[in-house]
């Protein structure tokens, strides 16, 4: 039993080391951990030139899509506080609109814009039907344009209702 | 009697009772055919409802019902790569010979259903976001617990000595298991392409409830279904412990 015990002991002692030595680590990394920056921390304007990937959500009415004489679509990258313009040719993704998060890639320009070459799209963990997200439209608890739907706890036990069931 | 039984620790007891392979055999024998035939009506009606009955998301559409593949194999790749973890502590502190032979048949289970995991992932992130893969914390901590459930394929097995073997998968599988707070919280700790958890312990799941039951249906099916898989793996591999005992032991017969 004293083995055992001896044994269980080393176990946990060697556990607490190893936790504590990742979580050391992942603090220490923690800048080149993110996927993306956003457009607050972009504006300090320290990582001018370089290919970073910029994250938010795309401001309402900002979009104009490209067309003739002019090739890139342009929107702007919101995340409340500070938001960047953002000029992309391509194809842009399915779920690219206006209130919808996005993740650019490319790198900011000496004039403040942001010049992307990869536009990938940032759907929330919200998930429902289509009736359910348009009786929410349509009570007014829910404006697209504006951003991610409210949340789940206003509108989850109404669902069952809104399905007409 | 009694007092041999009073002596013991009932903790102790109970462990042991089930390192009996005689016993293990039995149990499993009549547990199993019950768990296999409920793993594949529960999967086989999870799946049907969310593939062909559940309703297409709001924004994503019919590329939604991945979801029902997608989330039940994660969270199995997961609970899979824990239950290897308990096992290995098993085995390193009780030295439970039953924990070593079913932490060697969990390892190539777990690292099929992750491949399922990162597979249906790719697949649902070319159409939804517009990339087949990205380097996101999320996706990332994943494929190192794919690599994980490799290397411990690998090393059980690379040993001469199977008792070796053990131990060092157990050590590495503990290692390891580091990993998983940092997959459960990478979209929390962090900026990742990969979105939050729908589904959690404290708030409402922002779900709606036509889609989260099918989901929650599947991933009771997924998790029947590794169950089954690993016990029976774990009886053949009893079995065969047997069978090579015996043989040895009718070798060293006629030698003699």
């Not at chain 2, 994980?148 to 298991?177: M, N, Q, W």
Request: proline share 6%; net charge positive; charged share 15%.
């Amino acid at each position: 039993m004293t083995r055992k015990r001896r044994r269980l002991y080393v176990l946990l002692a060697c556990g607490i080391g190893l936790g504590s030595a990742t979580a050391l680590v992942l603090t220490a990394f923690n800048d080149n951990l993110v996927f993306f920056v956003s457009p607050t921390d972009m504006a300090k304007g320290e990582r001018m030139g370089r290919q970073v990937r910029l994250g938010g959500l795309v401001e309402k009415g900002s979009v104009q899509r490209g067309g003739e004489g002019r090739p890139a679509t342009l929107f702007r990258v919101t995340d409340g506080a500070a938001s960047i313009g953002v000029s992309y040719s391509g194809i842009l993704p399915d779920l690219f609109r206006e209130g919808q998060g996005v993740v650019v890639l490319g790198a900011l320009q000496p004039d403040g814009t942001f010049k992307a070459n990869e536009v990938l799209a940032k759907h929330d963990e919200t998930y429902m039907p289509k009736e359910v997200a348009e009786a929410l439209k349509k009570s007014g608890q829910w404006n697209p344009g504006a951003g991610p739907p409210p949340p789940a706890a206003t509108w989850n036990a109404t669902a069952p209702k809104a399905e007409g069931k | 009697m009694d007092t041999e039984i009073v002596g013991q620790s009932p903790r102790g007891r109970s462990l042991h009772r089930f390192a009996n392979p005689g016993r293990f055999l039995r149990l499993s024998g009549a547990v199993l055919p019950w768990l296999s035939v409920g793993a594949l009506i529960t999967v086989s009606f999870g799946l049907g409802w969310g593939l062909f009955f559940s309703p297409a998301d709001y924004q994503q559409g019919d590329a939604v019902r991945i979801i029902y593949v997608h989330v039940p194999a994660a969270w199995l790749a997961s609970a899979g790569y824990l239950s290897l973890a308990i096992c290995s502590v098993l085995s390193l502190v009780w030295r439970h010979p039953l924990a070593d032979l079913a932490a060697m048949e969990i390892g190539p289970v777990g690292a099929g259903f992750t491949a399922v995991c990162l597979a249906t992932g790719s697949l649902w992130g070319k159409p939804m976001w517009g990339a087949w893969w990205v380097w996101d914390a999320r996706l990332t901590s994943v494929l190192v617990l794919f690599f994980l459930y490799l290397g411990h394929i690998a090393l059980v097995r690379a040993f001469d000595d199977p008792t070796r073997g053990h131990r060092a998968g157990a050590i590495l599988a503990l290692v390891g298991a580091v990993n998983l707070p940092i997959i459960k919280f990478s979209v929390d700790w962090w900026n990742t392409l990969h979105q939050p958890a729908s589904i959690n312990f404290t708030s409402a799941p922002s779900m709606a409830p036509s889609m989260l039951w099918p989901l929650l249906i599947s991933a009771v099916g997924f998790t029947l279904v590794f169950a089954a898989i690993v016990v029976a793996r774990t009886r053949a591999a009893v079995m065969e412990r047997r069978i090579r005992g015996l043989l040895m032991a009718r070798a060293a017969q006629a030698e003699a």
